[in-house]
Each structure stands twice: as structure tokens, then as C-alpha cells.
């Protein structure tokens, strides 16, 4: 191998090899009484990242989230999704490793998954939903200080 080759194969890499929906579930329980309804359902949120490798240097992320729509205590509709990516993550220092499949994979999966979520609500017969941006360097780093906090000194 030449100095150049060597060089190529040390350089770090972060590729997406492929983005995808791995599960979509939109139910409307109170259907067609809910269409009827005036008032706007409050919304609820519950989001949430999983990351495993696949096969060396590849790793599929999971982002999941829950949306809960109520109208005073019956629900509007319900979307649960998990919008996926698999990602080619080689040659970065383990520290890294973590941030990359906490906060950098499920940056890339969010749009996807707003998109998805918006088309889901929208087919059953509500308004387009746009969910709001997310910060995932923060909800990383509240989970490492969760995780810091529980283990004994």
C-alpha cells in the first residue's frame, strides 16, 4: 500500500448508506366523532434514540417518536413512528463514537421523520403537523449526566 492509500484508509468516514421507515402506525380511535370537534387537540411528544452496529464500522440508528393528540380526554389521533438510518461510521476516536450516534445520526433522521409524521397526520384527515426542530446535543447531554448521576463514586 502506498503512503496515499494508507492515508485514504485512515481518513475518517461518515456516510449514509441508507435512510428508511422501519415502523408507521397512525390510529384515529374516536373517528368520525373527532372530525367534528371544534376544538384544537394539545399535542404530546415523546422522542427517543437507539443506536447498535450492524457489522464492523456500520450502525443503525432508530429514532422514535410518539405523537399523542387529545381533544379534553379523548385522543385524536395517535402516530408512532421509527425512521431509521443505517450509517457508516470508521476511523474516529471511540470518544466520538457516541456523540456520532447520539446527536449527528439522529440530526440527519429528523427531517425525514417530521416529513413522515406530517403525511401521516395529514392521511388520516387532520392539519399537517410540523414538529418542532430538535436539539440533540442537548438530550445527549442530559443523558450522560443522567447516566453520571446514577453510577456510585
Known sequence: MTDQQEQQASMPVFNIEKIYIKDLSVEVPNAPAVFLEREAPQMEMQLNTQSAPLENGIYETVLSITITAKIQDRTAFLVELKQAGIFRIQNIPQEA??????????????????????????????????????????????????LQAQQPN
Open 97 to 146: 463514537m457516541e456523540p456520532a450516534l447520539g446527536v449527528g445520526c439522529p440530526n440527519i433522521l429528523f427531517p425525514y421523520a417530521r416529513e413522515a409524521v406530517s403525511d401521516a397526520v395529514l392521511k388520516a384527515g387532520f392539519p399537517p403537523l410540523m414538529l418542532q426542530p430538535v436539539n440533540f446535543e442537548l438530550m445527549y447531554m442530559q443523558q450522560q449526566q443522567q
